[in-house]
C-alpha cells in the first residue's frame, strides 16, 4: 500500500511537471493480471480528435488475458478505431464493441505474459481542452474466467 501511494506521489508531480503526458502504476509485478504503465495523449485544441495511448504491463506467470474492459469517463467519446500493439510493435488481432461508456476488446488469442506488455491505441478520441483530465477505469478478465479484474485507473490530462 505504501509503495502504491509513493507512485501516485511520482506520478502527480510528473503530471503538473509535463502536463502533456502522464504515468500511472496499478498494481505490482506480482499482480497475476495487468496493469496500466503509462499513457500519452496527442495533440491538442478545443473540442478535437487526439490519439491516446497506454501500455498495459502484463506480469511474468500471470494468467492469458482474454479481454480487456476500458470503462471511458464522460468527458470524452471513445470510436472503435483501436489498435492493440505488442511489445515488439506488431498488431494485435482483436474484436472491439463499444456499449455506451464501455469498450470491450476481445483477444481471439489469448495474450499471455510472453508478450510483456500491450500498447493500446485510441486512435480518435473526442475530448474537450476544458476539462484537466479523464480518467479510465480498466479491468480484465483472464482465460477461464467470467469474472472482472480490476487492473487500474489511468488519468489522461487534457493540453
Given at each position: 500500500?505504501?509503495?502504491?501511494?509513493?507512485?501516485?506521489?511520482?506520478?502527480?508531480?510528473?503530471t503538473a511537471?509535463?502536463?502533456?503526458?502522464?504515468?500511472?502504476?496499478?498494481?505490482?509485478?506480482?499482480?497475476?493480471?495487468?496493469?496500466?504503465?503509462?499513457?500519452?495523449?496527442?495533440?491538442?485544441?478545443?473540442?478535437?480528435?487526439?490519439?491516446?495511448?497506454?501500455?498495459?504491463?502484463?506480469?511474468?506467470?500471470?494468467?492469458?488475458?482474454?479481454?480487456?474492459?476500458?470503462?471511458?469517463?464522460?468527458?470524452?467519446?471513445?470510436?472503435?478505431?483501436?489498435?492493440?500493439?505488442?511489445?515488439?510493435?506488431?498488431?494485435?488481432?482483436?474484436?472491439?464493441?463499444?456499449?455506451?461508456?464501455?469498450?470491450?476488446?476481445?483477444?481471439?488469442?489469448?495474450?499471455?505474459?510472453?508478450?510483456?506488455?500491450?500498447?493500446?491505441?485510441?486512435?480518435?478520441?473526442?475530448?474537450?481542452?476544458?476539462?484537466?483530465?479523464?480518467?479510465?477505469?480498466?479491468s480484465a478478465?483472464?482465460?477461464?474466467?467470467?469474472?472482472?479484474?480490476p487492473v487500474?485507473?489511468?488519468?489522461?490530462?487534457?493540453?
Open positions: 500500500m505504501k509503495r502504491t501511494l509513493v507512485y501516485v506521489a511520482i506520478c502527480s508531480l510528473a511537471a509535463l502536463i502533456y503526458s502522464g504515468y500511472a502504476n496499478a498494481k505490482t509485478d506480482n499482480n497475476p493480471v495487468a496493469n496500466i504503465e503509462n499513457i500519452l495523449q496527442s495533440p491538442p485544441a478545443g473540442w478535437q480528435l487526439v490519439k491516446q495511448t497506454f501500455r498495459l504491463h502484463i506480469p511474468k506467470n500471470g494468467n492469458a488475458l482474454s479481454k480487456l474492459i476500458i470503462d471511458v469517463p464522460s468527458t470524452v467519446a471513445v470510436s472503435n478505431d483501436i489498435d492493440i500493439l505488442d511489445d515488439q510493435g506488431q498488431k494485435i488481432k482483436i474484436n472491439i464493441s463499444v456499449n455506451s461508456r464501455r469498450v470491450i476488446i476481445d483477444f481471439p488469442e489469448p495474450v499471455t505474459s510472453s508478450t510483456n506488455s500491450l500498447q493500446i491505441n485510441l486512435n480518435k478520441v473526442l475530448q474537450s481542452i476544458l476539462r484537466s483530465t479523464s480518467t479510465y477505469h480498466l478478465k483472464v482465460v477461464g474466467s467470467d469474472v472482472e479484474i487500474g485507473e489511468a488519468q489522461v490530462p487534457s493540453f
